[in-house]
């Protein structure tokens, strides 16, 4: 068996094995955790650096923006903007809401997601209203030109709205969801923004009388509104006059409202006259026809004679549909009769009033928004 020599007396010491290898990956993991700690301290101090300006110049164009308590956190890999409570103000109006988590990832600073908790508290001229829910998330995706989507998901909304004129408007819904994204090919040259709207359970008692049913509603709305590029964050009567002016218009390309027994689709466009009311026209759809219509017209005439008036009405309103719908689309007559929907005459807005085929909605007239 083979045995290890001696060291020679007076001989050179033998080479100690080195150890540096051993140690060489802990070392470089230690440097770069130093290092991320570094730039994930110095990208917080910057984008702290960013929002005092950004506050800064949204004062100077007189919006106030308030974040109570605020702090930045959310090391290694995450900037979580957390505020205590947030207040905006400017001339014509101002809003409170509760508790607000903004969360970006440090890889995609352009990727925002919202959490906030009620109650979000409003005001607009005389209008006033108050909000809380369940559970909010919102979320963000900005671009360099502006934003590829953006999303609101609320769980379990509750609120009032509050009008010198209209008096209290209590609301509910189970659930609400909305999304928008430029237009697909016309983003840049209308600077149009496709918005979808979902609400599943919604209940505004106030409007039970006037549907003629206490069920709670499913709303589904898909439209894309034309010219939303020249909307920027000025007060709402400079808005929606800049957006009046630039010819904008709402495409609602379906409306679907379905109350208990009560089914009504849409489809149309409006936007805004001269006189700041909105002006268009809509093509419904609607099963429980004369009911509907009964309910609505039946108003002029008192409620005893509602219901023979309503059948009437709505038998005259059918047939004016029918000679409308002459020549048109038998398709879709077709897959209308299949789902039980039957056709009402064109809704027309305008010059303040809201007209269902020949004959004015009693009790409606169309205020001015601003």
């Keep these: 068996m083979a045995q290890t020599p001696e060291p020679i007396p007076g001989g050179p010491a033998p080479r100690r094995r080195r150890r540096i290898g051993l140690f060489l990956p802990y070392i470089l993991l230690a440097a770069l955790v130093v290092a991320w700690t570094g730039a994930w301290f110095f990208i917080r101090a910057k984008a702290e650096s960013e929002m005092d300006a950004w506050l800064a110049r949204e004062a100077q164009a007189g919006r106030q923006w308030t974040c109570a308590d605020r702090s930045i956190t959310g090391f290694p890999f995450r900037l979580e903007l957390r505020c205590a409570s947030v207040r905006f103000a400017r001339s014509d109006g101002s809003f409170t809401l509760g508790p607000t988590t903004a969360v970006v990832q440090v890889y995609d600073p352009r990727h925002v997601v919202l959490e906030a908790t009620g109650p979000f508290h409003v005001e607009q001229g005389d209008l006033t209203g108050d909000v809380t829910w369940k559970a909010l998330d919102a979320s963000f995706h ?31 819904a189970r659930h609400l969801e909305l999304h928008a994204r430029p237009t697909p090919g016309r983003f840049e040259s209308d600077g149009a923004v496709d918005v979808s709207l979902r609400l599943a359970k919604a209940a505004v008692p106030r409007l039970d009388a006037l549907a003629g049913s206490s069920d709670p509603a499913d709303i589904d709305l898909d439209t894309t509104i034309e010219r939303a590029a020249v909307l920027r964050t000025g007060t709402v009567a400079r808005e929606l006059e800049t957006w009046r002016r630039a010819d904008g218009r709402l495409d609602v390309t379906r409306l679907s409202i379905a109350k208990g027994e009560r089914r009504l689709q849409a489809k149309g ?66 897959a209308d009769g299949a789902n039980g929907l039957k056709p009402l005459p064109t809704l027309r807005l305008g010059d303040g009033r809201l007209m269902l085929g020949p004959l004015a909605v009693p009790n409606v007239v169309l205020p001015a928004l601003y």
């Design 269 to 334: 466009e409006v936007g805004l006259d001269e006189a700041h009311r909105p002006e268009g026209r809509f093509d419904i759809r609607a099963l429980g026809l004369e009911a509907l219509v009964g309910q609505v017209m039946g108003q002029r005439f008192g409620s005893d004679k509602g219901a023979l008036i309503g059948n009437l009405v709505g038998q005259f309103l059918g047939g004016l549909r029918k000679r409308e719908d002459a020549g048109g689309d038998a398709q879709a007559a077709g």
């Design 142 to 172: 900005a671009t360099s030109d502006g934003f590829s989507r953006a999303s609101l998901v609320v769980d379990d909304p509750t609120g009032k709205v509050l009008s010198a004129d209209l008096g209290p408007v209590d609301f509910a």
